[in-house]
């Protein structure tokens, strides 16, 4: 049977500077795709590169007083130094500069050419050179670049024009015929009301720089940035040199962009191919900016984080991890180090690696080390037996929708609940009971296998730590032979493997405290929280089983409204970090519903479902009371699912 195809791309990026975290977050969702297309059984292709041309390059080199390919061949060199640190697993990386580009461009650029659409004609524009883009007067913000805030330079020169305005019908036509060509849909409809306002031709030559790839038939003339720079796509498919490559690989089935350049590509780019008859790509996706302090992260801007500082410093997998899971593709999303560490520290070591651990240590101290076959099974082996199958399926299919931060939760929802499985199981209490052996053997074996599947499960997510827990497990087989077929039944861990001993794989960090600001340096220092003792209270005492029988977690408020006919009750969504629930609350006449949205607060999650109202309600928030005074208890910049202990 042959195998199916898939070809994947990154933007291709402007060597102006060194990368920041932001091209990590396009660069990792692109390669855990193509990771996951190869588990899979795919063939894949998956491109990335960097964009060598243009006004800006040559002004920097002239600065530095280089040539300008001295100049990119440094940078471009930190690119794939980048990559290689984070564990990108490109097929290819094209240089706008080699000869196998500058060759396909020239061909496109000749064939439209002769068919008539490319003239000449005079321009005048208003162009921002660090952004390599024209404006028009209306689109400037006090008469400055709208992207960077920088001052733009008054252009006139003789130029070149593909006639975009001529495939205006066409292109609206194909989208509007084709709903998944641009997503997310938001992205979609904006481009869709770009169209209908009307397309101009395309400036697509230059003459006041010589940096970039000569028109064939006017070499005084250069191809403009976006005409030379989207053809990168169909040149490392093999649309000259390899037809076989390029008929198995070509249309595109993702360009991922970041939204900012996603007219360039669901335009420019399909009007392009149009004129050359050549397929159009079946999905551009534009994700979202990463945001630092309430702004977008730019190069422009030089509000930038060196990812190759947080790899030193976390490990690569730890900031895949958080890029992924901190952020919903297509929205924006914030990045700050303190949600880093709350995210390896919650997620990677209390959960993951706590499983991990704890599971090694009871089959190395019970079972001397050997995972051996049960004899005894239960309805609690049952669910989590399904729970596993469940979460299998339900990754399976966010991966293909692409949806990579629901894929990541079903499979966070089952970490969760096998930690509470041995919990639930207590393999020690079975191991000081001979007769319970077969009982014990049954537990061990199930967290074993549960973990070789997550292992298979977070590889592409995590390229490091898969393999790590898999060495761990002590299986024999290769991991490099893996497929998701081998997470599709169970029981597949074979009975006899001995493990090894437990390693930590990501260990708790304790960020380094600050240092004490100079009074010209205000900065947000922790709270301190003291507990006043109150007078004892007539209530009986507990017991600490009693307590933990008590499962409290921070959720977050995602939304509230008041229930009908009901003047002290609203309704709350909230977010436990691995599903969202609905619970019913007496505190109306204490808080609006539009002041919880987005708090973080306390709530019992194993309370027996009510019906309210005919609403079921699955938990309760916490509050304190005193008199008719009441305050919901709170626990700001924790988690969702974070335990309260």
Not at 395 to 414: F, H, R
Request: charged share 25%; proline share 5%; hydrophobic share 40%.
């Amino acid at each position: 049977m042959e195998k199916k195809s898939f070809y994947i791309t990154t933007p291709i990026y402007y060597p102006s500077d060194n990368l920041h975290i932001g091209h990590a977050y396009t660069t990792t969702i692109a390669d855990t795709m193509a990771r996951y297309k190869r588990l899979s059984g795919y063939d894949v292709l998956f491109l990335t590169g960097s964009d060598e041309h243009g006004q800006k390059i040559q002004r920097k080199a002239a600065e530095k007083q280089i040539t300008p390919i001295e100049y990119v061949d440094k940078i471009v060199a930190s690119f794939q130094h980048l990559w290689e640190k984070l564990n990108i697993s490109n097929d290819d990386f094209i240089r706008t500069t080699e000869k196998r580009h500058h060759k396909v461009v020239q061909d496109i650029f000749q064939k439209i050419y002769d068919q008539g659409d490319i003239y000449k004609a005079a321009y005048e524009g208003r162009y921002c050179t660090p952004c390599e883009t024209f404006w028009v007067e209306r689109q400037l913000v006090d008469d400055k670049c709208p992207d960077c805030g920088r001052n733009v330079e008054i252009v006139q020169e003789e130029s070149y024009f593909f006639r975009m305005s001529k495939y205006q019908d066409r292109l609206l036509t194909y989208i509007e015929e084709n709903p998944d060509f641009i997503q997310p849909v938001s992205r979609r409809n904006e481009m869709i009301n770009f169209i209908k306002g009307g397309l101009e031709d395309l400036c697509v030559s230059r003459t006041t720089f010589d940096w970039g790839i000569p028109v064939p038939f006017d070499p005084k003339h250069v191809v403009y940035v976006w005409f030379d720079a989207l053809t990168n796509y169909i040149t490392a498919a093999g649309y000259l040199d390899n037809r076989e490559k390029f008929e198995q690989f070509w249309p595109a089935d993702i360009h991922l962009v970041g939204k900012e350049i996603v007219r360039f590509h669901s335009i420019i780019w399909p009007v392009i191919l149009m004129a050359l008859n050549i397929e159009i790509p079946k999905k551009v996706y534009g994700h979202g900016w990463l945001i630092m302090e309430g702004d977008k992260m730019s190069k422009s801007k030089g509000n930038v984080i060196d990812p190759l500082v947080l790899i030193d410093e976390f490990g690569p997998d730890a900031i895949r991890y958080f890029l992924l899971r901190e952020i919903t593709l297509g929205m924006d999303g914030n990045f700050s180090r303190e949600a880093l560490i709350n995210r390896i520290n919650a997620d990677l070591a209390n959960d993951l690696g706590n499983l991990l651990h704890r599971t090694l240590s009871m089959i190395g101290r019970f079972n001397n080390g050997m995972i051996i076959a049960g004899t005894d099974s239960e309805d609690l082996d049952r669910e989590l037996l399904q729970l596993a199958e469940q979460t299998v399926a339900q990754y399976e299919k966010s991966m293909d929708e692409m949806d990579i931060n629901a894929a990541i939760k079903v499979i966070w929802a089952l970490i969760s609940r096998t930690n509470k499985y041995i919990d639930e199981t207590g393999p020690w209490a079975l191991a000081k009971d001979e007769a319970k052996r077969g009982r014990l053997n049954t537990v061990l074996y199930n967290l074993a296998e549960t973990l070789r599947i997550i292992s298979i499960l977070i590889y592409p997510l995590m390229p490091i730590t898969g393999p790590k827990i898999w060495a761990q497990l002590g299986i024999a087989q290769d991991f490099g032979t893996v497929s998701l077929d081998d997470v599709k039944g169970w029981g597949k861990l074979p009975a006899g493997t001995t493990v090894g001993k437990p390693a930590p794989i990501f260990p708790r960090i304790e960020d380094k405290p600050v240092e004490a600001p100079s009074v010209a340096e205000p900065v947000s220092a922790p709270v301190k929280t003291e507990i006043v003792a109150q007078p004892a209270l007539d209530t009986p005492e507990i017991t600490i089983e009693d307590f933990a029988k008590m499962d409290l977690r921070v959720v977050k408020v995602l939304a509230a409204e008041k229930v009908a006919k009901a003047d002290k009750l609203l309704k709350l969504t909230v977010d436990l970090g691995c599903e969202q629930r609905t619970i019913i609350s007496g505190i109306a006449k204490h808080y609006a519903p539009e002041e919880l949205v987005g708090k973080d607060v306390v709530m019992i999650i194993n309370l027996k479902p009510a019906k309210i109202r005919g609403i079921e309600s699955r938990g309760m928030v916490l509050a304190a009371s005193c008199g008719e005074k009441l305050t919901l208890v709170t626990a700001t910049d924790m988690l969702p699912g974070s335990r309260v202990k």
